[in-house]
């Protein structure tokens, strides 16, 4: 399926506020209520809309500080490979796990209350994460500009 104009209308309010009534979605985009319906239930049956959620406030959460990890593996083998990425997904504090090409074979952006609390993940899960050679951590000292909204 190609996206004309009025789905990427559609797909632009939605990644600004995923929670809008069909008809005030409707009305954004200059459709009828039922048009627009359809029109959503097709991007969502297409994979365009991958799923709904709320962005929570990591300070209220108790999360503020992050934590990039690069991380270079012991080895390139599909098993070594697989093994780390299965453990990795099984960490709550990791919110992302991206392999990368480069110097470090992964990047892991990581949240925690603070440092002491950085330390007590990696002490917990980072430090027996299978198949790790080296690891080093860097973190972040303001989030200049963050957005989950993908260009349409």
């Not at 359809?38 to 709320?54: N, P, S, T």
């Not at 709550?92 to 480069?102: F, I, T």
């Not at 027996?128 to 957005?147: D, E, I, N, W, Y």
């Amino acid at each position: 399926m190609k996206l004309d104009a009025t789905d990427r209308r559609i797909l632009a309010a939605l990644q600004q506020q995923g929670r809008i009534s069909n008809s005030d979605l409707a009305e954004r985009v200059n459709l009828s209520a039922s048009a627009c319906h359809r029109r959503v239930q097709r991007l969502e049956a297409d994979g365009y809309i991958a799923g709904y959620v709320a962005l929570l406030d990591a300070r209220k959460m108790e999360r503020p500080t992050v934590v990039f990890v690069e991380i270079t593996l012991s080895g390139q083998a599909d098993e070594v490979l697989a093994a780390f990425e299965a453990a990795v997904q099984r960490i709550p504090d990791v919110l992302e796990c991206h392999l990368m090409a480069g110097n470090a074979d992964y990047l892991l952006k990581v949240v925690a209350q603070d440092t002491e609390d950085f330390a007590r993940i990696h002490r917990q899960h980072l430090a027996r994460l299978p198949g790790v050679a080296q690891m080093h951590s860097s973190f972040a000292l303001k989030t200049v500009f963050r957005t989950t909204a993908i260009p349409v």
